[in-house]
């Protein structure tokens, strides 16, 4: 009854060795996004896809990139990850944006270590 | 623009009721709530779409004022699956994008 699956949970990367996080849902759900969350911290909304359309937010770095190849998936790529890319990485989806807010639904997130 | 939650934690007896606030500087259009225990998702719990809006889910309610652009959630008679940290999220209303709060860690004990 999975509804947004990510993998893998955990991820152990190399300081600069690009890595790829992946999504995919069952909500047939047209929002999208990706969150960074550090320890003790709020999610940080780092881009979100309404259908096709991609929309990152000012603050998100350059090494961050997204992919949404169809509906059901979308990946996240860090290019050169650094130390400071270590973080839970959550997925979420919704059906809708500002003139028809939603529920997101969450997936239970990709822990990302960088060594 | 990140909403302000009050207060940052809480330590409850089962049974005790709690009271979480959630203010923000701009024009609300919704408030959500979540919750998130640790090392897993946020998990929804409830939204308020409009001023003066409650809601509840079991024990748990909440209220909008849009006028004074806060939100705050109730939790009565608290279980120990209560437990956990509770987010706000503030929809400003030219934005679209949902911009949670720092946070409420809420630890119910026997």
């Known amino acids: 009854d999975a509804m947004v699956i990510q993998n893998p949970r955990y991820q152990v990367t190399q300081f600069g060795k690009p890595v790829t996080l992946s999504c995919s849902q069952t909500?047939?759900?047209?929002?999208m996004y990706w969150y960074q969350q550090k320890s003790s911290q709020a999610p940080k909304l780092l881009f979100h896809?309404?259908?096709?359309?991609?929309?990152n937010e000012a603050d998100t770095p350059d090494n961050f990139q997204s992919r949404r190849p169809n509906t059901s998936f979308c990946f996240l790529d860090i290019r050169s990850p650094g130390l400071g890319d270590a973080a839970m990485y959550l997925c979420?989806?919704?059906?809708?944006?500002?003139?028809?807010?939603?529920?997101?639904?969450f997936g239970p997130g990709t822990r990302l270590t960088v060594t | 623009q990140q909403p302000v939650q009050s207060p940052q934690a809480v330590i409850l007896r089962e049974g005790e009721d709690a009271v979480i606030n959630c203010s923000s500087s701009?024009?609300?259009?919704?408030v959500h709530w979540y919750r998130q225990k640790h090392g897993e998702a946020p998990v929804f719990l409830m939204i308020l779409l409009k001023g003066g809006e409650q809601k509840g889910h079991e024990k748990i309610s909440a209220s909008f004022n849009e006028k004074k652009q806060q939100s705050s959630l109730y939790l009565t008679a608290s279980q120990l699956s209560y437990s956990g940290t509770y987010f706000c999220g503030t929809i400003p209303s030219n934005t679209g994008k949902l911009i949670f709060g720092q946070g409420t860690t809420l630890q119910v004990k026997p």
């Open positions: 896809y309404y259908d096709k359309d991609f929309n």
């Open positions: 909500l047939n759900h047209n929002v």
């Open positions: 701009k024009a609300l259009y919704s």
């Open positions: 979420a989806t919704s059906r809708g944006l500002a003139g028809d807010p939603h529920e997101q639904y």
